[in-house]
């Protein structure tokens, strides 16, 4: 009898050592996902961040760009403009004048 009871106290004390260890696993495992997790969203923020910048910059040249396209035509139509007032300038003046006087 007292084999049995020293041996359920060594079975006993062996299954206890196994849970401790099997609680030791797991916080490892824990921490160690916490770990990668924290890795793993950082590198996925950092290609995030590094295609939101590479997007930033497609359409700041896309913008300067069009600014360029937009100030060409904007020049060419104002020296149209200028071009055609010096052409017509004076007619014109005549004709206000003339439509002011001799009315």
Do not use: G, T
């Amino acid at each position: 009898m007292p084999d049995i009871i020293s041996e359920i106290v060594s079975e006993d004390e062996k299954a206890r050592n196994r849970v401790q260890a099997v609680k030791e696993e797991k916080a490892q495992l824990s921490s160690k996902l916490r770990s990668q997790r924290a890795a793993i969203e950082e590198k996925h923020q950092n290609r995030a961040n590094d295609y939101v910048q590479k997007y930033k910059e497609e359409l700041n040249q896309k913008m300067i760009l069009e600014k360029k396209r937009f100030e060409e035509s904007y020049n060419k139509s104002l020296q149209s403009l200028l071009e055609q007032y010096e052409a017509c300038r004076e007619p014109w003046v005549q004709s206000i004048y003339n439509n002011c006087i001799h009315k």
